[in-house]
Structure formats: structure tokens, C-alpha cells
């Protein structure tokens, strides 16, 4: 059973950054498609970024491509998203997501495990 916990999350004005981190454990596969996933109010979530655990490829929304970066640190079982450039519409709850297996290239597979998630607020 892996266990993903997120922090990180806050208020900015448009224009800044924050850092969101995921702390993982509970790892029992060798392979690993982690992830950060987004919702807002009364929608479904949506996919932000994606990473391999074993071969450190990322996947990136195209909303995204260009301010948000994702990446681990493996010794330390933890996820970040590094957000930057944020926008009000970057406004929502935030999860850390991991699914057994690589990541396919895309935002279309199953996520086995999710945390609780993180609010992010940008204001304009």
C-alpha cells in the first residue's frame, strides 16, 4: 500500500511560484508512474505532470509546458512540482498520483494510489 502525503500548497498573487511536494511510501513494485493531478470545484480531476520513477521521463499538460516542472528525488521517496509563472486559472486542489507500471505518455491510465490533496489559490 502506498501512501502519498502532499504539502506545499498555499496563496500567491499571479506571477509567482510555489513548490508542491509529495512524501511517499509503501513502495513494493519496482516500477512506478507518478504523478500530479489538478481539480477544480465540481470537475473532474485532470492531469498535470507525470514522471517515471526508474527513468526519470516526464509528461506535461500542455497548460503547464513550459512553467510547471516535475521531478524526485528516489533516495528520499518524494515527488515536487515547481510551479512557476502561476496564472489564476492554475487555481485548484493538487495531487500527488501513483499507478504500478512506466507512464504511458499520456494522462489516460488508472492511478492506484492518490493523497488528499493540496489547495493552491493564485489571485490576480
Known amino acids: 500500500q502506498v501512501q502519498l502525503v502532499e504539502s506545499g500548497g498555499g496563496s500567491v498573487q499571479a506571477g509567482g511560484s510555489l513548490r508542491l511536494s509529495c512524501a511517499a511510501s509503501g513502495y513494493t513494485y519496482r516500477d512506478y508512474c507518478m504523478g500530479w493531478f489538478r481539480q477544480y470545484p465540481g470537475k473532474e480531476r485532470e492531469g498535470v505532470a507525470t514522471?517515471?520513477?526508474?527513468?526519470?521521463?516526464?509528461y506535461y499538460a500542455d497548460s503547464v509546458k513550459g512553467r510547471f516542472t516535475i521531478s524526485q528525488d528516489t533516495a528520499k521517496n518524494t515527488l515536487f512540482l515547481q510551479m512557476n509563472n502561476l496564472k489564476p486559472e492554475d487555481t485548484a486542489t493538487y495531487y500527488c498520483a501513483a499507478a504500478i507500471g512506466n507512464c504511458p505518455g499520456s494522462f489516460s491510465y488508472g492511478v492506484d494510489y492518490w493523497g488528499k490533496g493540496t489547495l493552491v489559490t493564485i489571485s490576480s
Open positions: 514522471i517515471n520513477r526508474n527513468t526519470d521521463s516526464t
